[in-house]
């Protein structure tokens, strides 16, 4: 069994699509960040970064329990479990492993920095706006690129460098990426959005509810480390 410490962002979708796909059983511990759940005590003891997803595997190597946290070491330690999305072959490997990467460094927190300066930063932030528009459009691009060439984003199997990148591309339409001009992400997400995990895991990310749409200001000051909670 395996404890998994989550609410409903893209990061952590991942983690949902990825034990969906694999089968594995799981039991969904919510941390409402908005509440500020993450710097519970308990929560610190499973991940000191105070962040969301984590994971408990109870059956972790030599049968005792392992915490993983990171989304991306997460994905790479149920791949390695598992034995699936993940090739064997070294140079098939390691093209999953670079597209992994361009989401981990790139894909997520350039998305992610976009959502923060529209929906949660105040007004007067137009160049903030601007760069990360441009950026995000700019992995679009690449990613449209690659999938002229290649199925998916690390070959010609699907792997977890797809279920990494696939929930942060859900707001295309918001960041003002049309699929009519992206004829190889539309492809490349209509495909995975139809397998029966990835229909599954959404679900159940849509049925879990948090604080964000009533958190108070100063919730939201500490979940974005500004205001009195800012390091100066």
């Known amino acids: 069994m395996i404890d998994l410490y989550a609410l409903t962002s893209p990061n952590v979708q ?25 710097y519970n005590p308990e929560f610190l003891k499973i991940n000191p ?13 030599g049968g005792k329990p392992y915490t993983v946290f990171e989304s991306g070491a997460i ?6 479990k598992t034995g699936k999305f993940m090739p064997t072959d070294t140079a098939k490997k390691y093209d999953v492993m670079q597209w992994l990467m361009i989401q981990l460094t790139g ?12 929906l949660f930063a105040p007004a007067g932030n137009d160049y903030a706006m601007g760069r990360y528009t441009s950026e ?11 999938l002229a060439d290649s199925p998916y984003l690390g070959g010609a199997e699907y792997s ?4 990494a990148t696939f929930p942060w591309t859900r707001n295309h339409d918001a960041q003002g990426v049309k699929w009519e ?32 749409e009533t958190a108070t200001d100063d919730q939201k000051d500490r979940f974005f480390n500004r205001g009195r909670y800012a390091r100066v």
């Not at 995000?136 to 690659?146: S, T």
């Not at 977890?160 to 279920?163: Q, S």
């Open 14 to 38: 991942k983690i949902f699509i990825m034990l969906e796909e694999c089968g594995l059983p799981y039991k969904m511990n919510p941390v409402d960040v908005w509440k500020g759940e993450q």
């Open 49 to 61: 970064n105070a962040k969301i997803p984590a994971i408990v595997d109870h059956d972790g190597p």
């Open 75 to 80: 994905l790479l330690y149920l791949a390695e």
């Open 107 to 118: 894909v997520g927190p350039m998305f992610g920095q976009w959502t923060h300066f529209k």
């Open 136 to 146: 995000a459009k700019r992995l679009y691009d690449v990613l449209e690129q690659r």
């Open 160 to 163: 977890i460098a797809d279920i």
């Open 181 to 212: 001009h992206n004829p190889n992400l539309a492809r490349w997400f209509n495909a995975i959005a139809a397998r029966p995990a990835v229909k599954k895991a959404l679900e159940i990310v849509g049925s879990i509810k948090s604080n964000r």
